[in-house]
């Protein structure tokens, strides 16, 4: 079933990407959900597009035809999709968060290039172009992130070992999850805390050993209205403040330009051409050293020294592993 979800929500973003104008719903409904009666569809249909926007994907209702107002549509627009203005920050979004997880995944992998097929399949004129703005710079390495996922996804209950900052040893825990979002550079799952009927929020790195579903699919509904990123950025540990001035490759670091303070375009770069902008960041990642490193030789720490000096050492400790 997490399967067939996964494939559902990425059929259904690839096919409001890749396209030019507006999609009726009609046409959603023929392509996407041919065998589902109109009120199952309207539920799936209302549930996969509010969760790709949870995820920070900006679906945009619109008019069809620009001269007649009575026939709506939808459609992601790539320039939304990759680019500001959108108000979002790295760690807060699936812009690049559910289509990462694509590509840095196998089994969402699986799904795309199966979505793309069916999607050719049905006469859809797929441009794949266009989902190369969702290039894998967000990494989830944390081993029950794909369990975590899938319980959001089904709507079943789990289980798992939580250590908390405070405690030397893990405690069970049973979550009734929401969503799985990224926050401050970090992976959490924001949900129902059935053992202390509660919302709570748990980092994903904190989760000792493996997460277990111990609930059925549908086992439980999510709150009307609920906001995960929201309530992430409620319930989580603000992120560190300071001042960090990078120098990105000019078209590249996209994660990193949505949370700049500041951009400077065309300056001296490390290779000495004028190919590099200069971001300057305020609100920061918790790994931000992590964040630079994913962007491979197309970021750069002007400073702070201590920061050039952790990207330095990690690529050093790489390279004699």
Partial sequence: MAAAKTERLMNLLIMLLVQRGYVTKDRIRDVLYPSSSPEAFDKMFERDKEELRSLGVP??????????????????????????????TADEAAVVGLATR???????????????????????????SALEIASPRLSAEEASFDTFLRATQDRSEIEFDYRTSRAAEPSTRHLQPWGVTRYAGRWYVVGHDTDRAATRI?????VVGEAR???EPGGFEVPEGTDVRALARTLAPEPPQGRVSLLVRRGAGHSLRRTAAEVTEAVDGPDGTRDWDRVVLTRLPYDLAGEVLAHGPDAYVEEPADLRRQVVDRLRAAVAS
């Avoid at 679906?59 to 990759?82: C, H, K, N």
């Avoid at 840095?104 to 290039?113: G, K």
């Fill in 59 to 88: 679906i945009e209702l619109g008019s069809v035809d620009p001269l007649f107002d009575d026939e709506q549509g939808y459609r992601i627009s790539p320039e939304q999709f990759a680019l500001p203005p959108i108000s979002l």
């Fill in 102 to 128: 694509v590509w840095e995944h196998a089994s969402m992998a699986e799904a795309t290039t199966e979505a793309v097929r069916k999607l050719t399949a049905a006469g859809v004129d797929v441009d794949v």
């Fill in 202 to 206: 748990f980092r994903l790195s904190r």
């Fill in 213 to 215: 579903i111990t609930g």
